[in-house]
């Protein structure tokens, strides 16, 4: 069921961020002075949000030529990296209430930081905590494993990372063109590998009975094999 929301929640996740060939992220109107300044941005989540954060630190020091990184929020509180007001730190978190994602987010605000969270739940505990919030739009995840969550993770944070290098100049107008275009494509793009659910069934039968699977991947897709494993 949630898997096959996906298209539906993709188009959930770019309404009123997409305008012409422009991405506009409003939402980050009250943190663009800490964007302009910032130095370095430090991602936090756990888990499946682990792995979308670890794209969007990909895509931000692609877009934005600025230091990010990504880590679990279990290890930040007790190896926290240098914290101050030029640190940006932006938490990912599905249901906003995971509890070592929040610990950190606490730690960096009392450090100075600005925080900008990335969720799926309105009223949750990170928004409280958190400078501006990107919500995922996607709609309630009854699944164990993440499936329209995941996928509108990843989406939020690349359109996050484009808005942050636009609003420090770094992100030319054809570059943003392509990835608005690219982003209208998606929910498209969803439901076509939806039609594939037949051979995935064929393999899965194939293959039900195997001691073991390797996940094969390399940058961007480097996560996406870590999520298929877990």
Known sequence: KEMHEQPMALRSTIAG????????????????????????????????????????????????GIPARWTIGSEFRYSPPPLDERALVIAVTQSGETADTLA???????????VIAVTNTVGSAITRDSDAVLFLQAGPEIAVVATKTFVT?????????????KARGRL????????????????????QALEMAAPARDLARRYVNAKGFMFVGRGITYPVALEGAL
């Open 17 to 64: 961020r997409l305008h012409g060939d422009e991405l506009r992220i409003e939402e980050l109107a009250p943190v663009l002075d800490a964007i302009a300044r910032a130095d370095r941005i430090e991602l936090v989540a756990c888990g499946t949000a682990g792995y979308a954060a670890s794209v969007g630190a990909y895509a931000l020091q692609q877009w934005a």
């Open 104 to 114: 950190p987010v606490r730690l960096a605000r009392e450090r100075g930081c600005t």
């Open 172 to 191: 030319d107008p054809a570059t943003e063109r392509e990835l608005v275009h690219g982003l209208r494509a998606l929910p498209d793009a969803a439901e």
């Open 153 to 165: 993770q990843v989406t939020t944070l690349v359109m996050l990372a484009a808005a942050i290098a």
